[in-house]
């Protein structure tokens, strides 16, 4: 279990160094430790490790080994997250919650129900993730930590705007930006930056979704985080297309896919694929439209995510 713990952990820090963790204060040490220097490297451990990871987990949670339990899933959750591995996300999570719980730790408590309530989120499960996040900013606000208040905040705002509560979330997203700022963490007031920008489409303010993404883009290349630069281009290849602009649209579209192809982020390349695909409609390319459209729906479907259906609607309904 030792070396399956060190592995998480080693597979997520060629991703990023500056996450707020709460588990790297307990040195964990292993023989046969895997070097992963790359995000596909990670991506390609996790793959092959995920089952057993969680049988190491179910083993101590039935041992009440609680704090190895919230760590395992504390290290799964960027890569359930990113590769969209819902089954294992939410398992995870629902077991740290319980050992959390059991430790009486406030801190774990709201890390752990806050991503969880964003799994359930991007399931469609909003009442699940509303009463998950209620629970999330109960626990934050008794631990009295600021970076994870700031954290669960900004986790209340993707939640809200996934139940299409954009108002309500682009508070959430100024609030935490605010409080990242007074912690001084550059990486996450560039983060609330981006959502802001992603509300700010949702709210058809498209010319002031520009600014919010470009300053974001900028903020994350200087601090060499691939992954949310190909992000923040798909966000802004929306908004160029709300505006009208479907080849400047384009142009950020695939570049925002070259990027999150060398990151491994494929959930990501069939947002922008979809984007393509609405540029290429505008431009009185249909067929090139469906092409991208289904070139979208193979990922979609390929990661077991909802918005497959919808985009297979689409296609059969064309």
Sequence with gaps: ???????????????????????ERDAVTAPALP????????????DCERHNVLAAQ?????REWD???????????????????????????????RAGERLQDDRVVARMRSQLARGLSELGDHAGAEDQMALALRAARSAGDDALSAS???????????ADRANAALEAFR?????????????GVALQDYHIGWCLIRLDE??????????????????????????????????????????????????AIDVLERAGLKFEQAEAYEGLATAAQDLDAAELARERRQ????????????????????????
């Design 295 to 318: 070139r979208a729906y193979r990922i979609y479907h390929e990661l077991g995510h909802p918005r497959a259906e919808l985009v297979l609607r689409t296609l059969d309904a064309g």
């Design 67 to 97: 704090e190895r339990v919230w760590q395992i899933a504390e290290a799964l959750w960027p890569l359930c997250a990113t590769q969209k591995r819902f089954d294992e996300w939410i398992e995870s999570h629902r077991a740290a919650v």
């Design 206 to 255: 498209p010319r002031a979704a520009v600014a919010e993404l470009q300053r974001a883009r900028a903020a994350l290349q200087r601090l060499d985080d691939p992954i949310n630069v190909g992000r923040s281009l798909v966000r802004l290849g929306e908004a160029r297309l709300a505006l009208g602009e479907p080849e400047p649209a384009t142009a950020t579209l695939l570049e």
């Design 175 to 187: 609030d935490a930006r605010a409080r990242f700022a007074e912690c001084g963490l550059a990486r």
């Design 1 to 23: 279990m030792r070396r399956l713990v060190h592995g998480e952990r080693a597979s997520r820090r060629p991703r990023r160094r500056d996450r707020l963790r709460l588990g």
């Design 58 to 62: 179910r083993a101590a949670l039935e």
């Design 152 to 162: 669960v905040t900004e986790f209340n705002g993707v939640c809200l705007l996934r």
């Design 35 to 46: 070097t992963l220097q790359t995000p596909a490297q990670a991506f390609a451990w996790f």
